[in-house]
């Protein structure tokens, strides 16, 4: 991370999808399907690989469900082995005092669940009641960081149980962040009053966090837009699971190259691209990546108007 203070030229922050199958069907939810079989394992392998070529400095493994793939602790041990660090985004679900110790051994270094309610509804299942037991187990058996994300937005019924999912997981001694749940093109939809007294409180209760230096989430949820370079595509990666870049989860279909063939030119085409959907983006962990660069490398070129398909759909402006 120190390096990319020095250095824009490779990402900070990569996410990998191993699996777009999910045990759950959380009707917010883009990103999974009920069928999709695993990434072959060696497949995976040669791609951490390639991200370690291309200077990566940390990884996260997302999905659907990424504990749905057999070989997942493997995968984890490869990031270690090429000086990678390693984080999961999971719904929990199968998460055992096993399953957990395995992932100790494999070497993950973080974890976050994010937790949509205090009682499951026809919007989410992952909700407080069911995953406290699987809380319980992270606290007892877990060396790895553990994050539990509460969210608030869209599709949350009662925006208290924000605050009771938040208030458990200090409890129990984790990290605690919210989120603002988007559309389905990542983009935002302010919160209401109540929503965001809950969310400042939220705010409020961890002691560190990027929001508290660049204000990107607190403008999100008064409904403002955001004025912000983003880095996607260069500093942060979208690995789908059919092994190609894209800018986010929520803008799938560029780029669009095949990760084993993505090159220090396309690193730097798109760190200077401005993208169409940045000022209404909600997709944090992007834009907290780009505070790193926020302050330099002005973006020369520019996307037409809707999300471009290939390359030649840039125009560069002098």
Known sequence: MVRGLFSTRHPLLVHIIPIRRCNLACTYCNEFDDFSKPVDTAEMLRRIDQLAELGTAVVTISGGEPLLHPDLDQIIARMRQRGILSGMITNGYLLTAERIERLNRAGLEYLQISIDNAMPDEVSKKSLKVLDQKLKLLAEHA???????SVLGSGVKNPEDALAVARRAQALGFTSTVGILHDGQGQLKPLGGREIEIFEEIMGMGKRGFSRINGFQHNIAKGKTNDWRCRSGSRYLYICEDGLVHWCSQQRGYPGIPLAKYTTEDLRR????????????????????????????????????????????LVQLR
């Not at 060396?143 to 994300?149: K, L, P, S």
């Not at 798109?270 to 944090?284: G, I, L, Q």
């Open 143 to 149: 060396v790895f960081q553990v994050n539990i994300n």
């Open 270 to 313: 798109e760190y200077f691209t401005k993208k169409h959907c940045a000022p209404r983006c909600t997709v944090s962990c992007v834009q907290q990546i780009a505070v790193v660069d926020n302050w330099r490398g002005p973006q020369t070129l520019s996307p037409v108007a809707t999300p471009p398909s290939s390359p030649e759909s």
